[in-house]
């Protein structure tokens, strides 16, 4: 199973889109994928399940108080995850009120639960992506701790550069302490516009630092906001259009 968290401390860097189009391409694919949304905005729940999504319950909240209250459901994390529309494609959804229970996870140390849980459907599913808070919070550290790839997306704005750096050492730190078989699979630069002068240069400096920007680059197109309008990722949405072409080379490009 390859499990792949999609973070930044930043908001509005696409981190609910990357994970959930790649997610989609790989369930197109074939691959039995899983979508675990740890963000309380539910923006990857939104897009895989619509307008109703909120109604789709058991979601990751409850998971995570079921660990509090050390009642286990026999089903084990099966039972909190939920077909879509799409097939070879389940989400754990998201729960607007996650932020209620953060204090008593970490007081009680439940940093490992979701690492645990992802262990015992390691047959189940081929694939995972974990969308994250823009934060670094307990459920991005969890989402850490239970991965083993992190992909980062990047919008190209000078504050997305220098917050960059401070991303990288959290997730160097949770390397060190949790996780010895984190790697960062790459950054993703989203948005881009290559004919502007300022996305090209901080992706250049970028490459000066060494740092790891994958080559594929996800371009600014309204297309998205309409894929997301209509909850359908964009490889059911608008399979021929570059928007979405660009997602199929990113996700042949981590294939590799």
């Given at each position: 199973?390859?499990?792949?968290?999609?973070?930044?401390?930043?908001?509005?860097?696409?981190?609910?889109?990357?994970?959930?189009?790649?997610?989609?391409?790989?369930?197109?694919?074939?691959?039995?994928?899983?979508?675990?949304?740890?963000?309380?905005?539910?923006?990857?729940?939104?897009?895989?399940?619509?307008?109703?999504?909120?109604?789709?319950?058991?979601?990751?909240?409850?998971?995570?108080?079921?660990?509090?209250t050390f009642q286990l459901k026999p089903e084990g994390p099966q039972y909190f995850i939920h077909q879509t529309p799409y097939e070879n494609l389940s989400v754990m959804p998201a729960?607007?009120?996650?932020?209620?229970?953060?204090?008593?996870?970490?007081?009680?140390?439940?940093?490992?639960?979701?690492?645990?849980?992802?262990?015992?459907?390691?047959?189940?599913?081929?694939?995972?992506?974990?969308?994250?808070?823009?934060?670094?919070?307990?459920?991005?550290?969890?989402?850490?701790?239970?991965?083993?790839?992190?992909?980062?997306?990047?919008?190209?704005?000078?504050?997305?550069?220098?917050?960059?750096?401070?991303?990288?050492?959290?997730?160097?730190?949770?390397?060190?302490?949790?996780?010895?078989?984190?790697?960062?699979?790459?950054?993703?630069?989203?948005?881009?516009?290559?004919?502007?002068?300022?996305?090209?240069?901080?992706?250049?400096?970028?490459?000066?630092?060494?740092?790891?920007?994958?080559?594929?680059?996800?371009?600014?197109?309204?297309?998205?906001?309409?894929?997301?309008?209509?909850?359908?990722?964009?490889?059911?949405?608008?399979?021929?259009?570059?928007?979405?072409?660009?997602?199929?080379?990113?996700?042949?490009?981590?294939?590799?």
């Amino acid at each position: 199973m390859i499990r792949r968290v999609v973070f930044n401390q930043k908001g509005g860097v696409g981190k609910s889109s990357i994970a959930i189009n790649l997610a989609a391409i790989s369930a197109a694919r074939g691959k039995r994928t899983l979508v675990i949304d740890l963000d309380p905005q539910c923006n990857s729940s939104h897009y895989l399940l619509g307008e109703d999504y909120q109604e789709v319950t058991p979601d990751i909240r409850d998971f995570f108080e079921q660990t509090l209250t050390f009642q286990l459901k026999p089903e084990g994390p099966q039972y909190f995850i939920h077909q879509t529309p799409y097939e070879n494609l389940s989400v754990m959804p998201a729960n607007a009120e996650l932020g209620d229970l953060q204090s008593k996870l970490e007081s009680k140390h439940k940093i490992y639960k979701l690492r645990d849980a992802l262990d015992k459907l390691a047959d189940d599913y081929d694939v995972v992506y974990i969308d994250t808070p823009p934060a670094f919070n307990f459920y991005t550290l969890s989402a850490l701790v239970a991965s083993d790839r992190c992909l980062i997306p990047f919008d190209c704005d000078e504050f997305a550069r220098q917050a960059l750096y401070s991303l990288l050492a959290n997730v160097h730190e949770t390397r060190e302490d949790h996780n010895d078989k984190l790697e960062v699979e790459g950054i993703v630069v989203n948005q881009f516009q290559p004919r502007a002068s300022l996305p090209k240069r901080i992706v250049g400096e970028l490459l000066d630092d060494d740092l790891p920007v994958l080559e594929t680059k996800i371009s600014a197109s309204v297309k998205m906001r309409e894929s997301h309008d209509d909850t359908c990722p964009l490889i059911h949405f608008a399979p021929k259009h570059k928007l979405t072409q660009e997602f199929v080379t990113l996700f042949e490009e981590l294939a590799h």
